[in-house]
């Protein structure tokens, strides 16, 4: 039987000490399945989904090779979108607390190019970003990977899935030859294949099952007709009245569709697609985060590297096409311990698809009738939280105590009723309780923060 107990690997008495104190007692199934090969110095590919604890795994792996006196990149993640990079950059810097000084920087697009090129002559450890705008710095050589020990590809089959097998190759193509790879995927379609056979060496597999237990997930299929999709989502809101909830379509008009019938019956709602500029896709995922909105519609490439807290339900508008997917959109409710559910709208020309994912499950499916489901509670669904949106962020020195200074003392809101604080390059989002929120609007606009005088919008 393997240890599951961190200290049972061959790692400094500092780092040791940090895993503690992070919480971090006995590994997960993928940690303890990967780190012995990591740590080894092997290549690896692992399966294993989001909430896993997949980013400790490579973080702790390749803080293990770094040198903090030498300022150059020695680790470089490749992440398919800017929310992840930003939430595994965190993971790291939170893993190399007990280290000297070690600095993470993240390189994603929707950003500008300048404060980015200026960061790195200060130089960096290790490196978080996004495929295409890495491709650019190499391009314009104010990246040099020279130095590189380290390359995790994370959540690899969403990068093949967005088009970018040219941009990691390209990228790829400036790391030394001796390099570790770490290739991390939720599903192992033909791309993965063809990019671990063509940038790893002799690497060692791990896979995680991704099944759930029903124990945290109830799963219930619905059988209806194609025409009555998007009908059949107003009945399971009304029924299961989330406070929290991802509904997943297949396309951007679908997304739109939903956004614009849910919000005509007073039911908040935001759509999450490839289209969205970065600003809008920030704000969407902040409110959404932060309990100001109630459904989020969502495809699957948007939604990748979604980790929320406390997701309620899922509900598959139409089934994935991929059995392995729709386990990965179930697996964001029912996270750390907490039960969850998951709908899925069935049309008879899905049939197969419920078959598949019965075949992978290894368990019959849990059919009910559409018409079981009844409309419960007043009203329509409303978020128990709102949000204030401040025209200032990172970039003019403002911090998440500086807002909650503001809220709490001139605005005379007590600090529970403050929510999630998200600080972006020149924005602010701040939740507050809804019935508090108009209040805190009119005390912040006519009073200042951090001594400044800011404009605050009501989303």
């Known amino acids: ?158 990068m093949l899935d ?22 991390f995927s939720a599903t192992y379609p033909k791309g993965i294949e063809q990019l671990a056979g063509q940038f790893l060496r002799t ?57 614009e019938l849910l919000t005509a019956k007073g039911i908040s709602a935001a759509a999450l697609h490839g289209d969205l500029e970065q600003r809008d896709r920030d704000q969407v995922l902040a409110v959404f985060a932060n309990r100001s909105l109630s459904v989020l519609v969502a495809t699957d490439v948007a939604a990748r590297g979604l980790d929320i807290d406390g997701l309620d339900l899922v509900i598959n508008v139409e089934l994935a096409r991929d059995p392995e997917i729709h386990i990965h959109r179930i697996g964001r409710t029912g996270r750390a311990g907490e039960s969850g559910q998951a709908v899925s709208l069935v049309a008879p020309a899905e049939a197969h698809r419920a078959q598949a994912i019965e075949t992978l499950q290894k368990a019959p499916l849990t059919w009910c009738p559409l018409d079981a489901l009844t409309h419960r509670g007043d009203g329509p669904l409303v978020p128990p939280m709102a949000t204030l949106c401040i025209a200032a962020g990172r970039k003019d020195k403002l911090r998440p105590g500086d807002i909650l200074g503001a809220l709490t003392g001139d605005a005379g809101i007590p600090a529970a009723q403050v929510g999630k604080i998200a600080l972006f390059d020149f924005q602010a989002f701040v939740a507050v309780e809804r019935s508090l929120a108009k209040q805190a609007l009119a005390r912040l606009n006519s009073g200042k923060i951090k001594g400044r005088a800011l404009k605050v919008r009501l989303l």
Do not use: W
């Open 1 to 158: 039987m393997t240890s599951t107990a961190f200290n049972s690997l061959p790692l400094p008495a500092a780092m040791l000490a940090n895993l503690e104190s992070l919480g971090y007692h006995e590994m997960t199934p993928i940690q303890a399945q990967s780190l012995p090969v990591i740590l080894q110095g092997r290549d690896l590919i692992a399966q294993a989904k989001t909430g896993s604890g997949k980013t400790a795994a490579f973080g702790i792996g390749l803080l293990k090779g770094i040198n903090p006196r030498y300022f150059g990149c020695q680790a470089l993640v490749l992440c398919p979108t800017r929310e992840l990079a930003d939430q595994v950059a965190k993971e790291i810097r939170r893993l190399a607390r007990g280290e000297d000084n070690i600095k993470v920087l993240t390189l994603c697009g929707g950003v500008a190019l300048g404060p980015q090129i200026a960061s790195l002559e200060h130089g960096a450890h290790i490196i978080v970003g996004t495929p295409g705008r890495l491709q650019q710095h190499l391009d314009k050589q104010t990246l040099s990977l020279s130095g590189l020990n380290t390359l995790v590809l994370d959540e690899a089959d969403r």
């Open 162 to 183: 967005m088009g970018f097998f040219d941009a990691i190759a390209a990228v790829i193509s400036h790391t030394p030859a001796r390099r570790q790879t770490l290739l």
């Open 203 to 259: 690497p060692q597999q791990v896979k995680v099952e991704a099944l759930h237990t029903d124990s945290r997930i109830e799963q219930r299929f619905y059988e209806i007709d194609a025409e009555q999709r998007l009908p059949s989502v107003l009945k399971v809101l009304g029924h299961f009245r989330p406070v929290a909830c991802v509904a997943f379509c297949f396309t951007r008009q679908q997304c739109q569709e939903l956004v």
